[in-house]
């Protein structure tokens, strides 16, 4: 989910970068194309993580000790959301060099921005699930 | 009757075809160069990249982190 977060909002809706921007800069026809190719492949991974999640949260949700509960439905989503900016981040963006945040200013406070998003997402999710964890759930099973 | 959604589709894929119209020109050519550069696989690689590693961290979420640093039997 916040895979297409990015590359909807990010890459799509805002235009502050694409995949492969900061090799390819958006200032031309051609760059804007090879990045819609590269942000495609993106997407394509994105929605067969989402497949794979749901097909987890389906086989998750016929075990009777998983709490079916709003509040850790959610705090899981924020923590895979946390998962994906903090790797994503780390990976793209620093190591990588692929694309910045916001790409015409380079690697800047926005990167930074995004990867601090990511460990606060991971600890809001983590809170929520823990704090559900013994609550005894209503199941739809 | 039963043929004629093949047909319907035989007749659409030229329309599918030439649906790309500056596959053919400068600008298409440009684009298939800067996407099959010969550097394709590791900018794939590199693309893809956070993909296993988030199912990596999945994991250690899900399952735990391996104990890698688990006390060996003392020795007497």
Redesign the interface.
């Known amino acids: 989910m916040g895979g297409f977060v990015d590359g909807i909002l990010f890459h799509q809706i805002l235009q502050l970068h694409g995949m492969l921007s900061a090799k390819f800069p958006k200032t031309t026809i051609a760059n804007i194309e090879i990045n819609m190719f590269w942000d495609g492949m993106f997407h394509a991974l994105t929605w067969t993580m989402t497949a794979i999640g749901l097909a987890l949260l389906w086989k998750a949700g016929r075990r009777l000790e998983v709490p079916w509960l709003g509040k850790v439905f959610v705090g899981a989503l924020f923590l895979g959301w946390g998962l994906f900016n903090l790797i994503e981040g780390i990976i793209d963006h620093y190591l990588l060099n692929l694309h910045h945040v916001y790409e015409a200013q380079g690697q800047s406070i926005y990167d930074l921005l995004f990867l601090i998003s990511g460990v606060i997402f991971i600890a809001a999710g983590l809170m929520a699930i823990r704090t559900q964890r013994n609550v005894t759930a209503v199941s739809p099973r | 009757m039963r043929r004629l959604p093949y047909l319907a589709g035989l007749l659409l894929l030229p329309s599918v075809a030439s649906a790309c119209m ?1 596959c053919d020109t400068e ?1 298409g050519h ?2 298939q160069r ?2 099959f550069d010969g550097h394709f696989g590791s ?2 690689v ?6 296993p ?3 990596l ?2 994991a250690a ?1 899900h399952f735990g982190v391996p104990k890698l640093m688990t006390p060996t039997t003392k020795r007497k």
């Open positions: 500056v600008l440009q684009v800067g996407v900018t794939a590199a693309v893809l990249l956070p993909f590693a988030f199912l961290a999945a979420v």
